[in-house]
């Protein structure tokens, strides 16, 4: 499938998706959100891809929607856009294989909530993240609501949407927002070298990993709950047989993902 303003490909089971629109520092015009969603749709459906990686050109991760489109919205077409965009996150949270965020510059509003929908974050020295609704007289929107607030508390997240502030990469770690920060030379080769890690591991496993985590909060009734139907269908798999076996024998395991 080709695209216009993403570049695709699907290397060594890692899929690597990369926005690219450095005019507008790839702001999230109505046809790349298109697009968005149909690759990991795509993603989704191919059994080759064990990790996703994505990432933006240029000096940009995300700068969030391109507020040329906005002009004039109405209630109506407001709702289908915003529709449009939680159905990219939505797709992210129940893609059943680790996505890796490599945040390369700015990340700002809507570009916030695709880092977020990620499951890992490695940004690079020069990343740089704002959420900055409140400057032009809007909310949070595309679930920031939810994922903020268990990166880094409600406190901080009250503080970031109130403020608008921008914050830089080592900020953002302290803060919790990213799991580690690198120098922007070693982005690329982090994440993908995070991503080969991931990618060689039991792939089932992080599905249900993924699938449990993004049910928090939840009571901890629920989750001994989930565990427990979780883990008798992971004492079942091919790759529990191979990591025992492995683990006894004193080799590293070869999981395939069964």
Same mark, same amino acid.
């Given at each position: 499938?080709?695209?216009?303003?993403?570049?695709?490909?699907?290397?060594?089971?890692?899929?690597?998706?990369?926005?690219?629109?450095?005019?507008?520092?790839?702001?999230?015009?109505?046809?790349?959100?298109?697009?968005?969603?149909?690759?990991?749709?795509?993603?989704?459906?191919?059994?080759?891809?064990?990790?996703?990686?994505?990432?933006?050109?240029?000096?940009?991760?995300?700068?969030?929607?391109?507020?040329?489109?906005?002009?004039?919205?109405?209630?109506?077409?407001?709702?289908?856009? @915003?529709?449009? !965009?939680? /159905? =990219?996150? +939505?797709?992210?949270?129940?893609?059943?294989?680790? #996505?890796?965020? $490599?945040? %390369?510059?700015?990340?700002?509003?809507?570009?916030?909530?695709?880092?977020?929908?990620?499951?890992?974050?490695?940004?690079?020295?020069?990343?740089?993240?704002?959420?900055?609704?409140?400057?032009?007289?809007?909310?949070?929107?595309?679930?920031?609501?939810?994922?903020?607030?268990?990166?880094?508390?409600?406190?901080?997240?009250?503080?970031?949407?109130?403020?608008?502030?921008?914050?830089?990469?080592?900020?953002?770690?302290?803060?919790?927002?990213?799991?580690?920060?690198?120098?922007?030379?070693?982005?690329?080769?982090?994440? @993908?070298?995070? !991503?080969? /890690? =991931?990618? +060689?591991?039991?792939?089932?496993?992080?599905?249900? #990993?993924?699938? $449990?985590? %993004?049910?928090?909060?939840?009571?901890?009734?629920?989750?001994?709950?989930?565990?427990?139907?979780?883990?008798?269908?992971?004492?079942?798999?091919?790759?529990?047989?191979?990591?025992?076996?492995?683990?006894?024998?004193?080799?590293?395991?070869?999981?395939?993902?069964?």
């Amino acid at each position: 499938m080709a695209f216009r303003y993403i570049l695709f490909r699907i290397e060594d089971h890692i899929a690597r998706i990369t926005l690219n629109i450095p005019e507008t520092r790839n702001a999230l015009n109505l046809e790349i959100r298109s697009e968005l969603l149909d690759v990991f749709e795509q993603v989704r459906d191919d059994d080759l891809v064990k990790v996703v990686v994505i990432t933006g050109t240029g000096k940009a991760f995300c700068s969030g929607g391109d507020l040329r489109t906005m002009e004039g919205v109405k209630p109506v077409d407001g709702r289908m856009r @915003l529709k449009k !965009g939680q /159905r =990219l996150i +939505k797709a992210m949270v129940d893609l059943e294989k680790p #996505i890796i965020g $490599a945040i %390369n510059g700015i990340a700002a509003g809507a570009g916030i909530s695709i880092a977020l929908a990620c499951d890992i974050l490695i940004a690079s020295k020069e990343a740089k993240f704002v959420i900055p609704f409140t400057k032009i007289g809007l909310v949070p929107d595309w679930g920031q609501f939810y994922f903020l607030p268990l990166r880094v508390g409600i406190a901080r997240a009250k503080e970031l949407m109130f403020t608008g502030d921008m914050i830089d990469a080592d900020e953002a770690e302290r803060l919790g927002l990213v799991n580690r920060v690198v120098p922007a030379g070693e982005l690329q080769e982090e994440a @993908l070298a995070f !991503g080969a /890690r =991931l990618a +060689k591991g039991p792939s089932q496993s992080y599905a249900m #990993i993924k699938a $449990a985590l %993004n049910r928090w909060p939840a009571s901890l009734e629920s989750f001994l709950e989930l565990e427990s139907a979780m883990q008798a269908v992971a004492f079942s798999s091919q790759d529990f047989d191979e990591g025992r076996k492995a683990f006894l024998e004193k080799r590293k395991p070869v999981f395939r993902g069964t």
